[in-house]
T-cell receptor, first 117, second 115 residues
Framework: DAGVTQSPTHLIKTRGQQVTLRCSPK?????VSWYQQALGQGPQFIFQ???????QRGNFPDRFSGHQFPNYSSELNVNALLLGDSALYLC????????????????FGPGTRLTVL | SQKIEQNSEALNIQEGKTATLTCNYT??????LQWYRQDPGRGPVFLLL?????KEKRKERLKVTFDTTLKQSLFHITASQPADSATYLC??????????????FGKGTHLIIQP
């Protein structure tokens, strides 16, 4: 079992550009959540996808959007990048689906390190 | 305002001693509380989960307590080893419309176990 995988590992973009990050959940998991972790901070919840729909959303602007595919993999898109978007972006999957996912263990991927210049 | 506080400075513990990490929160009423370990450049790894109606949970050398009156959770590692050195994150699970929001994390405590 490969666990949660994310790509790419590292990414460098310039202000104003757009970026797409990808995540494949752990086998058998159908709920995917995305988190942003700035240096020295804890992860911050961006949103959660289940059954190809955004189910929960944290306090992030509309520049952050996502998608979930029928195979449960997910993408995080960030438009009009700002310097403050530089962070480690983490994807987590859960065996328990949907709205109850956070009540249980979350399996995190290794993250994508995004640097905005 | 809502806040989660963990020892923001590094915690240095001698090998073999018990490490105790604190998670305090204000203006939250979490349903559950989870603890994760994070190594540099890696994603968090789940350690323990405790429910609001549970006082204590144990797993091998790990113990977590949850006091909803004090709004505090304590995380203990007994017989600590240098391999336990990492950042430990406390995460609250809040009720939301019948389900649960995403996890709300503290900043984490950097634990260093010295040989």
């Amino acid at each position: 079992d490969a666990g949660v995988t994310q790509s790419p590992t590292h990414l460098i973009k310039t202000r104003g550009q757009q970026v797409t990050l990808r995540c494949s959940p752990k086998s058998g998991h159908d709920t995917v959540s995305w988190y942003q972790q700035a240096l020295g901070q804890g992860p911050q919840f961006i949103f959660q996808y289940y059954e190809e729909e955004e189910r929960q959303r944290g306090n992030f602007p509309d520049r952050f959007s996502g998608h979930q595919f029928p195979n449960y993999s997910s993408e995080l898109n960030v438009n009009a990048l700002l310097l403050g978007d530089s962070a480690l972006y983490l994807c987590a999957s859960s065996l328990v689906p949907g709205l109850y996912a956070s009540y249980n263990e979350q399996f995190f991927g290794p993250g994508t390190r995004l640097t905005v210049l | 305002s809502q806040k989660i506080e963990q020892n923001s400075e590094a915690l240095n513990i001698q090998e073999g001693k018990t490490a105790t990490l604190t998670c305090n929160y204000t203006n939250y009423s979490p349903a559950y509380l989870q603890w994760y370990r994070q190594d540099p450049g890696r994603g968090p790894v789940f350690l323990l989960l405790i429910r609001e109606n549970e006082k204590e949970k144990r797993k091998e050398r790990l113990k977590v307590t949850f006091d909803t009156t004090l709004k505090q959770s304590l995380f203990h590692i007994t017989a600590s080893q240098p391999a336990d050195s990492a950042t430990y994150l406390c995460a609250l699970v809040l009720y939301s419309g019948g389900g649960a929001d995403g996890l709300t994390f503290g900043k984490g405590t950097h634990l260093i176990i010295q040989p």
